[in-house]
């Protein structure tokens, strides 16, 4: 996990636990002042408890969602589910997305997402691009700042590809851009693209992906770059016993600055 | 429990749970607790002017609550404001209270300093109240005078 980003997360998923808890300790004082004032009804002291409980579940879910990408793991290469891997991420992320005045579009096309992988690296991975993503999108006017996260089948395997309209890669970078500290960004802390290629890496034993980074992207947003990264198939032997056509690629088209 | 005289205390926070939450603990605390979404349908539905205390959450989708208070002093209404924020930043607490706000409260925030917040807000502003209300009622009166009447009254002044 890239814990640069886990602090630039941290302001938003603070509110994100705020919220319920606030309203959980307001829920709970209002029911203590109603039974002081003697003017507590059942009713409205049933309703009082199913919201706690609701806010409660609403904050254990955050939690949830940040302790499985933060704790330390084994990589494990089993069959996962790739949209709601990427839907737990995304909702992580959409806090922050909102601060930052950025769309985030979904549009898992691929009609079977059963994937053999680590879905914690993919989540780290997808985490890192979209972070990326609204990094490079920081000079785009306001009302413009979308990152298109978009899965697809292709063929064999499942492609997914992150798109936004930021400043895009130079062309010149497209060989060197999975490089450690290789990275257009102008702040000094920035560590590069590499930061997920470690990781996407690790998920796909990476070869560079047959398209150049500079190549059209599928998506239609003005992503000028694509970050690339190909998971080879599968050996025999890992394939799930069923029928094993999902293991394909991991990819992400991404601009990055 | 909310008598006709219930001092009025606008809620404006995007979050569904914590926005019923704090009506219930005002009503709760005998104000009368009315609740909006968003800014905008603050700006739609409240009152105008809008009287009574403003609780407002700092982070909503849309103008959030800085931009909210802006227009508000813009158009005039000086409506005592308490911000509750989720993420409390310096930034925008410093650019909160300069506006005017009486009190800028991080969540998750404790009835008792929620209350008390609420409740110096409007007593502190009980006497700018009562002479924005004096001032109103003598605009009034003296937009119903005829031409004849306005000029009796100017001499009037000027004599004294």
């Known amino acids: ?257 | 429990m909310k008598d006709q005289r219930a001092v009025i205390v606008h809620i404006v926070d995007d979050d569904d749970s914590m926005r019923v939450a704090l009506a219930r603990l005002l009503s709760a605390a005998g104000y009368e607790a009315r609740t909006y979404a968003s800014a905008g349908d603050f700006l739609i539905a409240a009152d105008e002017p809008p009287s009574g205390c403003l609780l407002l959450d700092l982070h909503m989708p849309g103008p959030d609550g800085l931009a909210l208070q802006e227009v508000l002093r813009r158009r005039g209404h000086h409506l005592p404001t308490v911000f509750l924020s989720g993420r409390g930043d310096i930034a925008s607490s410093v650019r909160a209270l300069k506006a005017g706000a009486s009190d800028f409260l991080t969540k998750p925030v404790q009835a008792g300093v929620l209350l008390e917040a609420v409740r110096a807000a409007l007593e502190a502003d009980a006497p700018l109240r009562a002479e924005r209300e004096r001032r109103r009622l003598l605009l009034q009166r003296h937009s119903t005078l005829n031409e004849r009447e306005r000029v009796v009254l100017r001499e009037v002044v000027q004599a004294r």
Do not use: Y
């Not at chain 1, 049933?46 to 793991?73: G, S, T």
């Not at chain 1, 780290?124 to 089948?153: K, S």
């Not at chain 1, 960004?185 to 150049?212: H, N, V």
């Open chain 1, 1 to 257: 996990m890239r814990f640069a980003a886990m602090g630039e997360l941290t302001a938003s998923i603070a509110h994100e636990i705020n919220q319920p808890l606030g309203a959980i300790l307001a829920n709970a004082e209002a029911a203590e002042l109603l039974l002081q004032n003697g003017k507590a009804g059942t009713g409205q002291l049933r309703e009082i408890l199913a919201d706690i409980r609701r806010d409660d579940l609403r904050a254990h879910e955050v939690i949830r969602r940040l302790r499985a990408l933060l704790e330390k793991h084994e990589v494990r290469h089993e069959p996962m589910r790739l949209h709601s891997a990427l839907a737990d991420v995304l909702a992580l992320l959409a806090p922050e997305a909102e601060r930052r005045g950025v769309t985030l579009e979904q549009h898992f096309d691929a009609l079977d997402d059963r994937l053999l992988g680590d879905a914690v690296q993919l989540q780290q991975v997808l985490m890192n691009l979209v972070l990326n993503a609204m990094d490079a999108m920081e000079q785009t006017a306001p009302g413009d700042r979308r990152v298109r996260i978009t899965t697809a089948e292709r063929g064999d395997a499942l492609a997914l590809s992150v798109a936004d309209r930021g400043c895009g890669i130079d062309a010149a970078m497209h060989t060197t851009i999975f490089d450690s500290f290789v990275t257009t960004k102008a702040r000094a802390w920035a560590s590069g693209c590499r930061s997920c290629a470690p990781s996407s890496r690790l998920i796909t034993d990476t070869s560079p992906w047959p398209r150049s980074p500079g190549a059209a992207p599928a998506s239609p947003s003005r992503c000028r770059g694509a970050l690339a990264s190909r998971r080879p198939n599968q050996p025999a032997r890992c394939r799930p016993p069923s029928k094993a056509r999902h293991e394909g690629s991991a990819r992400g088209d991404r601009a990055h600055r």
